[in-house]
């Protein structure tokens, strides 16, 4: 035998094509179309998730219309923090369902805000807010303060 790429595939060349001789052919498993082609439908489920969660998100929470109201849950990953939110006209009213918050405040964009302090039950309340981006701060005494996204009141 040589060192030589050409002896090398030649010689490969005739081993499979014995090894095929020997084992005969090798047949599809029942049923692997069919699975294969299934797996096709899940192919780009990731980015169709990512769709409906990117639609759900362009529509502002809490519009101004004739007394609607949107209610929101804002949840930290660790699950430490859970907050359920009542936007409506003018209008937020929550509760903080896990975790612990002193005060909430309401950030404006222009850099107004507002505070309301947390009862016993979690929960609090602002009326009368004019319209316009918003977004709210949980102050937890020594923990860093959790930020909610924006809003449109």
């Keep these: 035998m040589s060192d030589t790429p ?3 595939s030649a010689d490969d060349a005739r081993l499979l094509a014995d090894l095929t001789t020997a084992l005969g052919p090798d047949p ?3 049923g692997l179309l069919t699975r294969a082609d299934g797996l096709l439908g899940w192919m780009d489920v990731d980015e169709q998730l990512a769709l409906l969660l990117e639609e759900t998100s362009v ?3 809490g519009v101004r219309s004739a007394g609607t109201s949107t209610a929101t849950t804002y949840e930290l990953a660790d699950g430490s923090v859970q907050l359920e939110l009542s936007v409506g006209p003018g209008e937020v009213r929550g509760q903080v369902l896990s975790g612990t918050a002193s005060r909430v405040v309401v950030e404006r964009a222009d850099g ?3 505070a309301s302090i947390v009862d016993d039950l979690g929960q ?3 009326t009368g807010l004019s ?3 918003a977004r709210l ?3 937890r005494g020594s923990a860093l303060p959790v930020v909610t996204e924006w809003f449109v009141l």
Excluded: I
């Design 6 to 8: 050409d002896d090398a």
């Design 28 to 30: 599809l498993p029942d």
């Design 137 to 139: 701060r949980l102050e």
């Design 112 to 114: 107004a805000t507002v």
């Design 59 to 61: 529509e502002p929470s």
């Design 124 to 126: 609090f309340a602002f």
């Design 131 to 133: 319209h316009g981006p």
